[in-house]
């Protein structure tokens, strides 16, 4: 089992910045994938960012240049810079990790005003 919490979440203004935290514990494998995805309201959850424990990483096509994802030194756990931020970035953000098996966090609400 592994359980993630996150943090970091909270309302800024369309240009502003955000830094996302999670921290995984239990069972955690020296080779995995952790990542955060976001959900807004009536739309499905979408990849944002995700760093293998060897430091590639996936960024979706709306968020690059914007935001980066970074692995702690302790590999367990996983940040998301975010800046120049959007209205349409509003969403529940998701701390993932993978490895055989999806775990997720209970979600951060990011809320960007215009």
């Known amino acids: 089992q592994v359980q993630l919490v996150e943090s970091g979440g909270g309302l800024v203004q369309a240009g502003g910045s955000l830094r996302l935290s999670c921290a995984a514990s239990?069972?955690?494998?020296?080779?995995?994938?952790m990542g955060w995805y976001r959900q807004a309201p009536g739309k499905q959850r979408e990849l944002v960012a995700t760093?293998?424990?060897?430091?590639?990483?996936v960024y979706a096509d709306s968020v690059k240049g914007r935001f980066t994802i970074s692995r702690g030194n302790a590999k367990n756990t996983v940040s998301l810079q975010m800046n120049s931020l959007k209205p349409e970035d509003t969403g529940l953000y998701y701390c993932?990790?993978?490895?055989?098996?999806?775990?997720w966090g209970q979600g951060t609400q990011v809320t960007v005003s215009s």
């Open positions: 760093i293998t424990s060897g430091g590639t990483t």
């Open positions: 993932n990790y993978r490895r055989s098996y999806d775990y």
């Open positions: 239990g069972t955690i494998f020296s080779i995995n994938t």
